[in-house]
């Protein structure tokens, strides 16, 4: 029998009373684990910025808070583009890196050569980033071309380099201090025949990343699911902070599993492999491919974590096979990889791509976790730990709640009029609707394998304590269909004569 608290025990006077609250009716239904971008990376080294985190909704936000064409910046613009096709509703918190403090900026030159005997327009490039328009006169020297370029250059807010007068040539600096600088590379396009050249020395020398950690002591209690990381592949210093950091994130007392997406441009399997051999039980990191391209790597794997993150969120059932990224450039034809070479690198921790109608297809997207003697490795595929996050996310909205925190616990064949008791049979309940629902959104499969071992139980040394067991087959998904096509020829039959 349940006795109402509407009017207090103690009442004697004659009294109605009624108690409005609102319960939770729909216990063990499925709700998607909302994803999360944490985007880390740096801004401008010009630029001052508060190095706090901060949410963003706009890649002039990000501009104007850490500096346009800074990697911060270069990263939303594919992630929270102005026409709105980018991750949309899914929140992106920016955790801002500064310069190491001896830190290096790569820089580069670009040199002027001879007079114009031809009027031409010239445009650079800058890893896919175009400057304006420059254009020589007949008669023109380095002394009237050199200011042109640095307008054509500078006048573009989104371009990753900033351009001054040298001594002779245009001196082109990143704006941003650190190794992952290096990765830029400029050219200029413009007609031949102009009697004018211009000679380039890409950019070197940029020294010392930023260590992230600060950035990963930012983040707290909040689930941040998907985490891209701006630094470059050879840094394993970032690589080794990011697994730690995500190995904690596992913990049954964190329980909030991130993936960690760094992008690279390599395009020799080997090359990649030799990255990945070295980090055969982490679980935490991927790596985002795009061979040959001229985008710079952590502006390619933020277009293809656009179709991952917004397929985990909406869809997190699904594998990411064929999310277009749209604003990257792919690489060349011969650059990309054929079906063998993928094959090689998925099995050994990498992530792939194909190129299809001149646009990046996202692959098999994976972490680098493969132990050694293990077919099945059961962290490799990002689609899987995203499953487990919604299994998880769905098992605290169940227990993570004042219903069951503190609620008296007694035997499953034990009467009570207490409505707030808990029974070990309540908790398998509330896990069989979950494991039906979990069906239904095609996350786990073979629910009466579930249901059948779905146990709960007072522990026999602490009565206070409840013992449970959730066993579950996560989904397959469709990446490989094998179909064997017979055929034959028809042949007409025989005509019979009488």
Same mark, same amino acid.
């Given at each position: 029998?349940?006795?109402?608290?509407?009017?207090?025990?103690?009442?004697? +006077? /004659?009294?109605?009373?009624?108690?409005?609250?609102?319960?939770?009716?729909?216990?063990?239904?499925?709700?998607? =684990?909302?994803?999360?971008?944490?985007?880390?990376?740096?801004?401008?080294?010009?630029?001052?910025?508060? *190095?706090?985190?901060?949410?963003?909704?706009?890649?002039?936000?990000?501009?104007?808070?850490?500096?346009?064409?800074?990697?911060?910046?270069?990263?939303?613009?594919?992630?929270?583009? +102005?026409?709105?096709?980018?991750?949309?509703?899914?929140?992106?918190?920016?955790?801002?890196? #500064?310069?190491?403090?001896?830190?290096?900026?790569?820089?580069?030159?670009?040199?002027?050569?001879?007079?114009?005997?031809?009027?031409?327009?010239?445009?650079?490039?800058?890893?896919?980033?175009?400057?304006?328009?420059?254009?020589?006169?007949?008669?023109?020297?380095?002394? #009237?071309?050199?200011?042109?370029?640095?307008?054509? @250059?500078?006048?573009?807010?989104?371009?990753?380099?900033?351009?001054?007068?040298?001594?002779?040539?245009?001196?082109?600096?990143?704006?941003?201090?650190?190794?992952?600088?290096?990765?830029?590379?400029?050219? %200029?396009?413009?007609?031949?025949?102009?009697?004018?050249?211009?000679? =380039?020395?890409?950019?070197?020398?940029?020294?010392?990343?930023?260590?992230?950690?600060?950035?990963?002591?930012?983040?707290?209690?909040?689930?941040?699911?998907?985490?891209? $990381?701006?630094?470059?592949?050879?840094?394993?210093?970032?690589?080794?902070?990011? #697994?730690?950091?995500?190995?904690?994130?596992?913990?049954?007392?964190?329980?909030?599993?991130?993936?960690?997406?760094?992008?690279?441009?390599?395009?020799?399997?080997?090359?990649?492999?030799?990255?990945?051999?070295?980090?055969?039980?982490?679980? %935490?990191?991927?790596?985002?491919?795009?061979?040959?391209? @001229?985008?710079?790597?952590?502006?390619?794997?933020?277009? #293809?974590?656009?179709?991952? %993150?917004?397929?985990?969120?909406?869809?997190?059932? $699904?594998?990411?096979?064929?999310?277009?990224?749209?604003?990257?450039?792919?690489?060349?034809?011969?650059?990309?990889?054929?079906?063998?070479? /993928?094959?090689? *690198? %998925?099995?050994?921790?990498?992530?792939?791509?194909?190129?299809?109608?001149?646009?990046?297809?996202?692959?098999?997207?994976?972490?680098?976790?493969?132990?050694?003697?293990?077919?099945?490795?059961?962290?490799?595929? @990002?689609?899987? !730990?995203?499953?487990?996050?919604?299994?998880?996310?769905?098992?605290?909205?169940?227990?993570?709640?004042?219903?069951?925190?503190?609620?008296?616990? !007694?035997?499953?064949?034990?009467?009570?009029?207490?409505?707030?008791?808990?029974?070990?049979?309540?908790?398998?309940?509330?896990?069989?609707? *979950?494991?039906? $629902?979990?069906?239904?959104?095609?996350? !786990?499969?073979?629910?009466?394998?579930?249901?059948?071992?779905?146990?709960?139980?007072?522990?026999?040394?602490?009565?206070?304590?409840?013992?449970?067991?959730?066993?579950?087959?996560?989904?397959?998904?469709?990446?490989?269909?094998?179909?064997? *096509?017979?055929?034959?020829?028809?042949?007409?039959?025989?005509?019979?004569?009488?």
């Amino acid at each position: 029998m349940a006795i109402s608290t509407a009017v207090p025990l103690g009442a004697i +006077a /004659r009294v109605v009373g009624i108690k409005t609250e609102f319960i939770v009716t729909n216990v063990g239904g499925l709700i998607n =684990l909302p994803q999360r971008v944490a985007l880390i990376g740096q801004g401008a080294s010009a630029s001052t910025y508060d *190095l706090t985190k901060r949410q963003i909704t706009s890649a002039v936000e990000a501009g104007t808070l850490y500096g346009f064409g800074s990697p911060i910046h270069l990263a939303a613009l594919q992630l929270l583009p +102005a026409n709105g096709d980018g991750v949309g509703s899914i929140p992106v918190t920016v955790y801002p890196l #500064e310069d190491a403090g001896s830190g290096v900026a790569a820089a580069g030159e670009m040199a002027t050569v001879g007079t114009a005997t031809k009027a031409g327009a010239f445009t650079i490039t800058i890893n896919g980033i175009f400057s304006g328009q420059f254009v020589i006169e007949v008669g023109d020297t380095l002394t #009237e071309v050199d200011p042109k370029i640095i307008s054509a @250059v500078n006048g573009v807010l989104d371009t990753p380099m900033i351009a001054s007068a040298g001594t002779g040539v245009v001196d082109m600096t990143a704006k941003w201090a650190g190794v992952s600088s290096n990765e830029l590379n400029i050219v %200029v396009t413009g007609p031949d025949d102009t009697g004018m050249t211009f000679g =380039l020395t890409q950019p070197t020398g940029g020294l010392l990343n930023p260590s992230i950690q600060p950035a990963l002591d930012q983040v707290g209690d909040v689930w941040e699911t998907m985490f891209l $990381n701006c630094l470059d592949v050879a840094d394993t210093t970032a690589l080794d902070a990011l #697994e730690t950091f995500g190995e904690g994130r596992w913990g049954a007392l964190t329980r909030k599993p991130m993936v960690a997406f760094t992008g690279h441009g390599l395009t020799s399997p080997t090359a990649i492999l030799a990255v990945t051999d070295l980090r055969k039980t982490d679980r %935490v990191n991927s790596l985002l491919a795009n061979p040959g391209s @001229v985008n710079l790597p952590f502006v390619s794997a933020a277009g #293809e974590l656009v179709g991952i %993150v917004r397929t985990a969120n909406n869809k997190p059932a $699904n594998d990411y096979g064929r999310q277009v990224a749209k604003y990257i450039a792919p690489g060349p034809d011969g650059d990309q990889w054929n079906y063998a070479q /993928r094959d090689q *690198l %998925v099995k050994g921790g990498a992530s792939t791509v194909e190129v299809r109608d001149g646009e990046v297809n996202v692959s098999d997207t994976v972490t680098m976790y493969r132990p050694d003697g293990d077919p099945n490795p059961a962290y490799r595929f @990002v689609k899987d !730990i995203v499953k487990l996050q919604n299994i998880i996310f769905n098992l605290d909205l169940i227990f993570n709640t004042a219903s069951w925190d503190g609620a008296p616990l !007694i035997p499953d064949d034990q009467p009570t009029i207490n409505r707030d008791a808990k029974k070990p049979k309540n908790a398998v309940s509330a896990m069989s609707v *979950l494991a039906q $629902n979990l069906g239904l959104a095609a996350l !786990i499969s073979d629910v009466p394998y579930t249901l059948a071992n779905t146990v709960a139980e007072i522990d026999s040394q602490n009565p206070n304590r409840l013992n449970s067991v959730f066993p579950v087959k996560l989904s397959g998904n469709v990446n490989i269909n094998s179909i064997d *096509l017979n055929f034959g020829f028809f042949f007409g039959t025989s005509a019979v004569i009488n």
